[in-house]
């Protein structure tokens, strides 16, 4: 069986620079990996370079090291995202009616191959890089990594399941609203969104060429950092680099303020896992040095809702207008209604937004008086890709709520990972600065990584895997009890032996055939309730809860840990006549003592 173990960057670049592996011994692993995951997983690549040019292009770098060069990125193997340029491959955005092969390779890409790393080829993405899911290209949905029913995240779904599926060390996408960072997320990556101007722009097909920048997809902080140095630097012949200036903001000191926001200006979409999630994030930083200081993010809410809803709409429409005007139907049809609606935009509308964007930017700049980075969620939740089908606008708005506003007020910003859901589903977190904050933001990232061990990762979904869901078992359904064989008849795994939260009473219902408890929820006043924790996959839970009787019906438990799992919850009728046995802590101390 092939081996999809994640590519390091900094390893490979070590062994082939020393001369112990070849640069060819290793584009040939990653092109054997490549076509054992096309069997899983087929849209992750909109197109290849031959083996034979890849295998090259490795001996070229090997004999490079032979002559004595010194290559950072020595034999390397990354992926391009298909919306920058490479030579010798088309670019087509996701859109075959827009394919053209291009004379020159983007400045980033060469920069990379000049420093020893090896094109493999061009990645999937959402069309036009419109899209935060994954799931708006005709050359298919790649799903998330670890669990494939979900979407990948966007726009740059292709590079970063190269990266995390092991078949790319590192990769470059493109984020203007979010897609360097949500499928960082996602897929359990570090997803580096340079400030503006920072990386070349140039041989990049615009979304927002105002507001574009080329991203990378990396394992860790320090391989992210790699990449950034190889390919930093400003370029005359592009009108939208930037030299970066003389001071910048330096590294934050072994004690630091980082911003969160009010919580009550954290939507989760309900979303019940991730604040939990996000919580550890915080305490993570903590561990790291940092002090929370509650900041107000309306003004980055704000400004992000312009990005959609505002005048750059018009700036995408741009970038593909004739293509739109003349040949409508060869757009994917989500980004199709997206592009027209930048028709009826006008000039006036267009500085009246930038007018409001000024003075959110007047109002978010206050925030880096009161802290040296935000820490803010990815993204707040994940879907399932029929999920974003069905609903391809609200979904995919939902995933921009803590990314749109970075571009837009001209951050700087390093996603990184902060652990997974019962469903395997990615969560992250994001570091955000102001402009040129990047190697600071990298270092304090790095210190993120190293401060814990960070979260197991799942094995990746090569078979499909089913979803499952959690169920807190507080009575009949307990182990040894009468009523067990309704989760065994179901395959049910048993995931924990707990508690509930300190937050709930116990009661025996009168005249319950076999003896049956109704658990509710108080709050202060409440006990810790022992109950078992249980998975099923979603066929099973809903058959499972199809037979629950009335007065007793299926809501959300927490636990001891905060985490939230489906349980066991109580109509008011239930305790009529009902004895409260909460000091016993559990049914089992109950039914002993009958």
């Not at 200081?293 to 505002?310: E, F, N």
């Not at 089913?466 to 049910?492: K, Y």
């Not at 058959?543 to 636990?559: D, K, M, N, Q």
Request: aromatic share 8%; proline share 7%; hydrophobic share 50%.
């Amino acid at each position: 069986m092939t081996d999809f173990a994640r590519l390091n960057l900094i390893d490979i670049a070590a062994e082939v620079s020393a001369r112990r592996r070849s640069a060819e011994a290793v584009a040939r692993e990653a092109l054997d990996r490549i076509a054992a995951y096309d069997r899983i997983q087929p849209a992750v690549w909109i197109s290849r370079a031959p083996a034979e040019a890849v295998l090259a292009a490795a001996r070229a770098v090997d004999a490079r090291i032979a002559a004595g060069e010194t290559l950072p990125l020595a034999g390397v193997p990354f992926a391009v995202k298909d919306n920058i340029d490479v030579a010798g491959l088309a670019t087509t955005a996701a859109c075959p009616a827009f394919a053209y092969r291009p004379a020159e390779t983007a400045p980033v890409v060469q920069r990379l191959i000049d420093a020893g790393a090896v094109v493999l080829g061009k990645t999937n993405l959402d069309q036009f890089a419109t899209g935060l899911v994954g799931a708006r290209s005709p050359y298919g949905a790649p799903g998330a990594v670890y669990n494939r029913d979900y979407v990948s995240g966007g726009s740059s779904s292709g590079s970063a399941v190269a990266v995390a599926a092991g078949l790319a060390a590192f990769a470059l996408g493109t984020d203007t609203a979010g897609s360097g960072r949500v499928p960082a997320a996602f897929n359990h990556l570090v997803g580096f969104k340079p400030s503006k101007g920072r990386w070349s722009t140039r041989g990049l097909v615009p979304a927002c060429r105002t507001l574009d920048c080329i991203t990378v997809f990396a394992g860790t902080a320090d391989e992210a950092l790699a990449v950034d140095r190889a390919v930093a630097g400003f370029d005359a012949a592009d009108p939208y680099s930037r030299r970066a200036p003389a001071e910048v903001p330096a590294p934050v000191g072994a004690r630091f303020r980082f911003g969160v926001a009010r919580p009550e200006q954290l939507n989760w979409l309900g979303d019940l896992q991730s604040p939990g999630l996000y919580d550890a994030a915080v305490r993570r930083l903590q561990a790291a040095g940092g002090e929370a200081v509650v900041v107000d993010i309306a003004p980055l809410r704000a400004a992000a809702d312009l990005l959609y809803q505002g005048a750059w709409v018009a700036e995408r429409t741009a970038a593909v207008e004739d293509l739109l005007r003349d040949r409508p139907a060869a757009i994917e049809p989500t980004v199709r209604a997206i592009l027209q609606g930048g028709l009826a935009l006008t000039a006036v509308e267009a500085f009246r937004a930038e007018y409001q964007l000024r003075g959110f930017a007047r109002q978010a700049e206050a925030i880096w008086d009161a802290v040296d980075v935000l820490l803010l969620p990815t993204a707040a939740t994940t879907w399932r890709i029929r999920e974003v089908k069905a609903e391809p606008f609200a979904l995919n708005a939902g995933l921009g709520l803590y990314t749109n506003f970075v571009n837009l007020l001209d951050m700087s910003a390093v996603a990184v990972p902060a652990g997974f859901r019962d469903n395997a589903t990615g969560f992250g977190v994001t570091l955000i600065g102001p402009a040129w904050a990047d190697e600071a933001l990298l270092a304090l990232a790095r210190r993120y990584e190293e401060i814990a061990p960070m979260p197991d990762t799942p094995p990746l979904d090569l078979a499909g895997a089913p979803a499952r869901i959690r169920l807190a078992v507080v009575g009949a359904h307990l182990a040894a009890m009468p009523l067990h064989w309704q989760l065994t008849s179901r395959d049910a795994t048993l995931v924990a032996r707990t508690t509930t939260a300190p937050a709930y009473r116990l009661y025996a219902m009168a005249e319950s055939t076999p003896p049956k408890p109704a658990l509710v929820h108080v709050g202060d006043g409440g006990a810790a309730i022992e109950v078992e924790v249980y998975e099923l996959d979603v066929a099973h839970f809903g058959s499972f809860v199809a037979e629950v009787p009335p007065p007793l019906a299926i809501g959300t438990v927490t636990l001891a840990d905060g985490a939230l799992v489906k349980g066991f919850v109580a109509e008011p009728r239930a305790l009529d006549g009902a004895a409260d046995i909460t000091h016993l802590g559990g049914w089992r101390a109950y039914i002993a003592g009958l």
